[in-house]
């Protein structure tokens, strides 16, 4: 099953999570799986809409108890290693998608080009390499353009 990294911000404007929230409904209808830090912000928004539609959300928390754990996860992994985990977020997602986002948030953009990750942003950081979408048809044909890519 292929697994779609949703990564923003946990401090994200109304827009942002709405937006966030219509991600998820969408990651979640292909039955995709969901992977995010598993906080608030983008990530609890994106969680929210996947799981409405029946859909797997993980996510990877910065901590070893999982009290900053948002209520709208499948699977909870804690992980201990603070921003570390920024990696790991990445690493596991076929695509990468940011939402907004602040430090943390161009931390996994940087990632994703480190790892060749394809990438693609809402109202993100403005970096090279990076495409820009305004709308949700638009991140998921990107999405499904490279899922159907070969593996090298």
């Not at 779609?4 to 911000?9: F, P, R």
């Not at 928390?61 to 999982?66: A, E, K, N, R, S």
């Not at 990438?119 to 998921?140: D, F, P, R």
Request: proline share 4%.
């Amino acid at each position: 099953m292929p697994q779609i990294s949703v990564i923003g911000s946990s401090n994200a404007t109304p827009e942002e999570l709405e937006f966030a929230f219509n991600l998820g409904i969408a990651i979640g209808k292909e039955r995709y799986t969901l992977i995010c830090g598993g906080r608030g912000g983008v990530m609890e928004a994106a969680c929210k809409g996947c799981q409405s539609v029946g859909g797997i959300s993980v996510g990877i928390l910065p901590t070893y108890d999982g009290s900053d754990a948002n209520n709208y996860l499948s699977v909870v992994i804690k992980t201990g290693i603070g921003w570390a985990r920024n990696a790991l977020v990445v690493a596991s997602g076929d695509v990468i998608v940011a939402v907004g986002g602040s430090f943390g948030t161009l931390s996994e953009i940087a990632y994703a080009f480190i790892l060749k990750k394809p990438i693609i942003g809402y109202k993100t950081h403005k970096v090279e390499g990076l495409l820009q979408a305004n709308t949700i048809s638009e991140i998921m044909s990107f999405i499904k353009s490279h899922l159907e890519k070969p593996s090298p």
